[in-house]
């Protein structure tokens, strides 16, 4: 079993830049396809971007250019850095390994 500990959520104006980190307790880490999912009110949860064990990467088009996806398997972490955020990217984002396993969400606000 795997447990998934989200952090680094917050209010932000827009244009500014966030953080988000995920630490996973439990086996297997390294070999997980990990992600980085968000839901905003009143809409479906959709992805935001995807890392694989080894390192390849995906993202939503809508933050493709703003986000980066980055893994540490040795801290057992994954984090989403997040730049030049916009007021849509408000929403609870949630970090998930291999779509089975997710963290509690972190909620993130921009607004001026």
């Known amino acids: 079993q795997v447990q998934l500990v989200e952090s680094g959520g917050g209010l932000v104006q827009p244009g500014g830049s966030l953080r988000l980190s995920c630490v996973a307790s439990?086996?297997?880490?390294?070999?997980?396809?990990m992600g980085w999912y968000r839901q905003a009110p009143g809409k479906q949860r959709e992805l935001v971007a995807g890392?694989?064990?080894?390192?390849?990467?995906n993202y939503a088009d809508s933050v493709k250019g703003r986000f980066t996806i980055s893994r540490d398997n040795a801290k057992n972490t994954v984090y989403l850095q997040m730049n030049g955020l916009k007021p849509e990217d408000t929403a609870v984002y949630y970090c998930?390994?291999?779509?089975?396993?997710w963290g509690q969400g972190t909620q993130v606000t921009v607004s001026s």
């Open positions: 998930t390994a291999a779509n089975v396993y």
């Open positions: 439990g086996s297997f880490f390294s070999i997980y396809t």
């Open positions: 890392i694989t064990r080894d390192g390849s990467t």
